[in-house]
Structures are given as structure tokens and as C-alpha cells.
């Protein structure tokens, strides 16, 4: 039984190359201007219209476009204002100048959405499931002043969700994103990137999948870079940057740094996590990873084999879980993907889930499984406590897009916090063996996919032989009783 199980793990071990087949490709040519904030550039989309409907036209995610003068989007709770803002407002944006295909003939395209944040690109001619169609773009992207995952700092210059991102076609409609001043708003499937980079030379850059090649032109420096099979892509630079690196299994982890005192140990918490992970769910199937310091309001914030971790945490513990926690999200959202607005749990609470095994497998830090799930059932009381005085009666349901929650703290509370602690409920129901079977089945299923709440029941059901989808909807709907 045992030997049968890790045969058919090993048969499934993740390979980037063969996931890079059948993907839209996306080549990006860029020229960042460190004077006035700017990136200029064209992007040349090759789409593979992997739906079984003929599509007339592509829609796209435009991001940036929340953080525009007079967006109706919030990119920030009223509470962070002024330390993200810390030299007063700031907007960026991104203009979208021309579409045209490959023989320079115009296409037509529209800004629209609920608040321009829909690019729509209109075809000439409808691509087919399973073909490809090509199509440019020419834009420029403006870089708020703003610590954010996209805007820059007194550090690093970061450039998260910064260009348009073909939007997810699903159940017959493209799912439109917006901007939320908490969660992840995202959702995007993998393809493949190749972006070239003109930028001052004086500047590191980190970003996701790695650099094939680099040339100095007089001032500047040109760098390519190439990633395949992943969900998004996203660049960090700055001056500052120190690059320390070591190597777990065949992936490559770089620490970014510039104030870490720490920092051999930032690293090595970086590889143990990468390590500790891919014996629990499966390999990582990137040849790079690199967790980058950052400007960042908030504690930490992933992208494919790329994440940000805040530089204004001053407790050295904390700083190793966000590290820790960050690095989880390279399974789950990175290789398994999930609709972030709608269905935040799944990522965060596997996540949450996921930090806790590590601890439990690095006793060296000095924090247990028993202690999180502790630490998380009276964080989730104090919260009930306070909002229930304020509010009479808490919602205490899961299962919730960003917008039907009504403050940050509810949003963090039912989603980290009791995503991770259903997860410990049903660790209490089946045990830890089959948790981590479960997962691991969960990860190849899903690997460079989308999966939803029924896809992870579907697979715990299967993998337990248990009937617990009532179980999890308690949760989900938070219905489930509970003696404080
Ligand atoms: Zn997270």
C-alpha cells in the first residue's frame, strides 16, 4: 500500500516543461524610468484559448488602474493610509496606447469594467478552442509613491499585478477583477512569460522565474527574463539590494535584503520552508525562488516564485513566519491556483494550515502545531468578543467573496484564522497521516490549475473514503456549534 502510494507521487512529480505546453505566452519589452516613475513598453500576446468556446475577444485585468486619481476602487484601508502614503498621495495607472497584430493593423479595444479596470482586445476573427491568436499592445504603467505590492518606496520599487493580465473564462463569462484594500484580489491562469527589462544599471532586479541573458548600454542595464508555467509575473529593483543564495533539492533560493541582521537565517528559514513543504504536499517545480524585502504595508505578499516580505516588521519572529507563511502560498496559489476575491480561505487557510505543519516539523523555532491552533482559537474568541459588543451578532461564515465582508479585521478573522482552524478540525477528524495524503493529492490534481472548495472536498472525500462535505460546509457557512 505504502510503496503503491509513494510509486504513484513519484509517476506525478511536477515538470514545468511539459505544464508550459498549451499556454498563452506573454513577451513583455520594458523600459523603467527612475526619474518620473514610469515603465514603457509593449507586449506581445500570444493567446491559446483553452475553453471550449470560439472567443471574439480577450478581456484583461488592468490593476493599476485602482491606484488612478479618482478610482472608485480602494487599494488601502483608511487605517494604513499615511504609512503607505508617507510622502502624501500619490497615483499611478496605466495607459493602454495602441492594439495591433502581428502585420500592424489596429485592433479595437475598450477601457471599461465597473471602474476601467477591463481592457477588452476585440479580435478579427474569433480564436478557436485550442488554437492560439497574436495580438500587441503598447502601454505605460505609472508607479504611485506607495509602500503596495505595485508602487514604490524609500527601498524598492515593486511591480505586482503592473500589467494587463488576461482575465480567467470560465462558466461561459470572463471573471472581472477589482481592487479590495484587503485580500489578494487576483485570479489569473499559469502561462508562459518572457519580459525584457531596460532599467538604470545601478539597480538589482529580482523577479519571477530568471534571467537569461544581460547586456550594460551605457547607462542602462538590458536583462531578459523567462518563467513558464506560472500564474503571474512580477518584478521587485532597487539600489540597496544585498543577494545572499543556497540550494534545496533543484531549486535555487535567493534572500534580497537591506536591513536584516539576520539574514544568513532569513535565508535558511527560506530554505526549510521550501524543503519542509515539498516533502508534505510534493516537489516545487521551479528552478528559482527568491523572497525579496521590501516596501510593503502589509506583512507579506506572493507571487510565483517570488514573494514580498515587509520591511517594517520589527519582531524577528514574525518576520520568519510571514517568510514561512509567504513561501506556503508558492503551493497554494502559485502551483494550485484559486479565485483570491471569491474564495480567499482556500489560499490563506491552507496557508495558515500549512505554517502550522512546518513549526510542527522545525522544532527548532520553538512553535507548535497545539500553539497556533491555540493562538488562533483566542484570537478568533477576542474577535468575537469585541465585533459581537459592537455589532449584536457575528457572521461567522467562511466561504465569502472579499466584498461581503465588512471590515479587514472580519475578512482576516474568518479567512486566515478560521480557514486555519477548520483545517485543525478536520486534521482532529482524520488524522495527520491522511491531512497530508490529502494535500499531496490535492496538489497534483490541481498543479498549474484552478481549484475550488468542492475540488478540495472532492479530493478529501476521495483520498478519507469519508462523506465530509457536510462537515466542511458547517464551517464554511458557519454553522458549526462550538462550546467557548
Ligand atoms: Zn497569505
Known amino acids: 500500500m505504502i510503496a503503491v502510494f509513494i510509486t504513484s507521487i513519484y509517476a506525478c512529480s511536477l515538470n514545468v516543461d511539459s505544464a508550459s505546453k498549451n499556454l498563452t505566452n506573454y513577451r513583455l519589452e520594458l523600459t523603467f524610468d527612475d526619474v518620473n516613475y514610469v515603465l514603457n513598453g509593449s507586449m506581445s500576446v500570444n493567446y491559446y484559448n483553452k475553453t471550449e468556446t470560439p472567443l471574439s475577444s480577450i478581456y484583461f485585468n488592468l490593476y493599476p488602474s485602482a491606484f488612478r486619481d479618482a478610482s472608485g476602487q480602494e487599494v488601502i484601508g483608511l487605517s494604513n493610509y499615511d504609512k503607505c502614503y508617507y510622502n502624501g498621495i500619490s497615483y499611478g495607472g496605466i495607459d493602454i496606447t495602441k492594439v495591433y ?40 504603467v505609472i508607479i504611485p509613491n506607495i509602500n503596495h505590492r ?23 463569462e470572463w471573471a472581472e477583477m477589482e481592487y479590495y484594500s484587503y485580500g489578494d484580489p487576483f485570479y489569473s491562469e499559469v502561462a508562459n512569460f518572457e519580459i525584457e527589462l531596460t532599467y538604470p544599471k545601478d539597480f538589482i532586479v529580482a523577479t519571477t522565474g530568471k534571467e537569461i541573458a544581460n547586456a550594460v548600454a551605457g547607462l542602462n542595464k538590458i536583462s531578459v527574463f523567462k518563467a513558464k508555467a506560472v500564474r503571474d509575473f512580477a ?34 528559514t527560506s530554505k526549510l520552508a521550501i524543503e519542509t513543504y515539498s516533502e508534505l504536499f510534493g516537489n516545487y517545480p521551479y528552478d528559482e525562488v527568491k523572497v525579496i524585502q521590501s516596501n510593503f504595508v502589509h506583512g507579506g505578499m506572493e507571487y510565483p516564485s517570488l514573494v514580498l516580505i515587509s520591511d ?16 506556503a502560498h508558492q503551493w497554494w496559489y502559485g502551483v494550485v491556483g484559486n ?26 523555532y520553538d512553535l507548535t502545531y497545539e500553539k497556533l491552533v491555540q493562538k488562533a482559537n483566542s484570537s478568533f474568541q477576542v474577535f468575537k468578543a469585541i465585533y459581537g459588543s459592537v455589532l449584536g451578532e457575528i457572521d461567522t461564515s467562511i466561504n465569502r467573496s472579499l466584498n461581503e465582508f465588512s471590515t ?22 482524520i488524522g495527520s497521516k491522511k491531512i497530508t495524503q490529502c494535500l499531496k493529492e490535492y496538489y497534483i490534481k490541481y498543479a498549474f490549475k484552478i481549484a475550488t472548495p468542492e475540488n478540495l472536498i472532492g479530493i478529501f472525500e476521495k483520498v478519507t473514503m469519508k462523506e465530509l462535505e457536510e462537515f466542511f460546509n458547517s464551517w464554511l457557512d458557519g454553522k458549526i456549534i462550538e462550546f467557548d
Not at 111 to 138: A, S
Open 339 to 364: 479565485n483570491q476575491t471569491k474564495y480567499a480561505w482556500l489560499d490563506e487557510g491552507l496557508t495558515e494550515f500549512s505554517c502550522a505543519l512546518f513549526y510542527e516539523q522545525n522544532p527548532q
Open 235 to 268: 518584478i521587485v529593483l532597487s539600489e540597496k539590494f544585498q543577494v545572499i543564495s543556497t540550494k534545496v533539492n533543484n531549486t535555487e533560493v535567493f534572500y534580497y535584503f537591506y536591513n536584516d541582521e539576520h539574514a544568513s537565517e532569513s535565508l535558511e
Open 150 to 172: 505595485f508602487g514604490y518606496g524609500e527601498n524598492t520599487v515593486n511591480l505586482g499585478n503592473f500589467f494587463p493580465i488576461a482575465c480567467v473564462f470560465e462558466n461561459g
Open 408 to 429: 479587514e479585521p472580519e475578512y482576516y478573522h474568518l479567512t486566515y484564522v478560521r480557514g486555519f482552524l477548520l483545517m485543525s478540525s478536520v486534521n482532529d477528524l
Open 312 to 327: 517594517e516588521i520589527s519582531n524577528y519572529e514574525t518576520y520568519t513566519y510571514v517568510i514561512v507563511h509567504e513561501l
Open 101 to 140: 497584430n502581428n502585420s500592424s493593423l489596429n485592433l479595437n479595444f475598450e477601457i471599461c469594467g465597473t471602474d476601467e479596470n477591463i481592457l477588452i482586445v476585440y479580435l478579427q476573427k474569433p480564436v478557436e478552442p485550442e488554437t492560439y491568436t497574436n495580438f500587441n499592445m503598447d502601454f505605460s
